[in-house]
C-alpha cells in the first residue's frame, strides 16, 4: 500500500540547519509531485509548496523562500526539506503529502500524508 | 490567497448526535474544498474532496455541503471513532490554504 514515512523528531538550536526527509513506497515516486505542509505547534496546517519528482524543480509559497529548500533521493525513493538558520517559529511538526493525481501542476487535494516531522528550535 | 475561516474551534458532542462543522472562503471557490481528519498516532485522512465527494472508505455519516464561500461537514450519529480534530483545505487555486481546525470531543 502506499506510504510516505518520515524522519524522527529533531531538536535543533538557532541558526543551525536541519533536513528531514519523506520515504515514499507502494507507487512510483517520480509518477506524483511531493508537497510539504507545516503545522505550528496548536496551530493548523500551512501549505509550504511542492517539488517535481520527475525534474526535481521545486516550487516554494511565498512565506517559505528563501531558508527552506526541497530536494530528491529519487533513486530512493525520497523527498527532502531542509531549514536552514533555524528560527524559533520555524518549531513546528512538517509533514509531506501527496496527491491522487500525476498531473503535478493539479490544484488539489491529499490524499497520502506522511506520519509528520516534529522539529523542535530552542537555545 | 484564499482565507479559509473554520468554526467553530471546539465542539462537544455526544455519540449518536449529529454535528456541523463550518468553513467560509474569502472568496469564492467553487465547490473545491476538501475535508481531512487528524487523529493522534495516524496519518491525516483525506474524508471528502469537491465539496461533497466522499473519498473512498469514508463513512456515509460523513456529509458535505456547499458551493461559492460557505461550506458545511456534517457527522451523523457521531461514533466513538469521529473524535478527532477536522480540517478543510481549498483546492480551486494555489496557494493551497487550510482552515484552523475544530477539535471535535466527547462531552
Known amino acids: 500500500q502506499i506510504q510516505l514515512v518520515q524522519s524522527g523528531p529533531e531538536l535543533k538550536k538557532p541558526g543551525e540547519s536541519v533536513k528531514i526527509s519523506c520515504k515514499a513506497s507502494g507507487y512510483t515516486f517520480t509518477d506524483y509531485a511531493m508537497h510539504w505542509v507545516k503545522q505550528a505547534p496548536g496551530k493548523g496546517l500551512k501549505w509550504m509548496g511542492w517539488?517535481?519528482?520527475?525534474?526535481?524543480?521545486?516550487t516554494y509559497a511565498d512565506d517559505f523562500k528563501g531558508r527552506f529548500v526541497f530536494s530528491l533521493e529519487a533513486s530512493a525513493s525520497t523527498a527532502n526539506l531542509q531549514i536552514s538558520n533555524l528560527k524559533n517559529e520555524d518549531t513546528a511538526t512538517y509533514f509531506c503529502?501527496?496527491?491522487?493525481?500525476?498531473?503535478?501542476?493539479?490544484?488539489?487535494?491529499?490524499?497520502?500524508w506522511g506520519q509528520g516531522t516534529l522539529v523542535t528550535v530552542s537555545s | 490567497d484564499v482565507q479559509m475561516t473554520q468554526s467553530p474551534s471546539y465542539l462537544a458532542a455526544s455519540p449518536g448526535e449529529s454535528v456541523s462543522i463550518s468553513c467560509k472562503a474569502s472568496k469564492s471557490i467553487n465547490t473545491y474544498l476538501a475535508w481531512y481528519q487528524e487523529k493522534p498516532g495516524k496519518t491525516n485522512k483525506l474524508l471528502i474532496y469537491?465539496?461533497?465527494t466522499l473519498q473512498s472508505g469514508t463513512p456515509s455519516r460523513f456529509s458535505g455541503s456547499g458551493s461559492g464561500t460557505d461550506f458545511t461537514l456534517t457527522i451523523r450519529s457521531l461514533e466513538p471513532e469521529d473524535f478527532a480534530v477536522y480540517y478543510c483545505q481549498q483546492h480551486n487555486e494555489y496557494p493551497l490554504t487550510f482552515g484552523s481546525g475544530t477539535k471535535l470531543e466527547i462531552k
Open positions: 503529502a501527496r496527491m491522487y493525481t500525476t498531473d503535478y501542476y493539479y490544484v488539489g487535494w491529499f490524499a497520502y
Open positions: 469537491s465539496g461533497s
Open positions: 517539488i517535481n519528482t520527475y525534474t526535481g524543480k521545486p
